[in-house]
């Protein structure tokens, strides 16, 4: 069996539709790290003055009543 290997710039684009070159001189990115711990990721956040908690998830709607009644025309 033979392997087959993606590049993670290739996979970025597949999966995120993420461009990993250089807009300026058109060469490929490089990873250089990985930031895994959570206090790192807050501490670079904070330093950038992004926020360093999630956004409030909100509960989703009901689905659209089938009976036409209150609500019936729920894309409006």
């Not at 996979?11 to 990115?29: A, G, Q, S």
């Not at 003055?49 to 089938?66: E, F, I, V």
């Amino acid at each position: 069996m033979r392997s087959f290997h993606i590049s993670w710039g290739q996979l970025l684009k597949r999966t995120f539709e993420i461009d990993t070159v250089c807009p300026r001189c058109k060469t490929p990115l490089r990873l250089i790290a990985m930031i895994e711990t959570e206090d790192t990721i807050k501490k670079i956040l904070s330093a950038m003055g992004l926020p360093t908690c999630a956004p409030k998830l909100w509960p989703a709607r009901p689905p659209p009543s089938q009976s036409g009644g209150e609500g019936g025309d729920w894309l409006n």
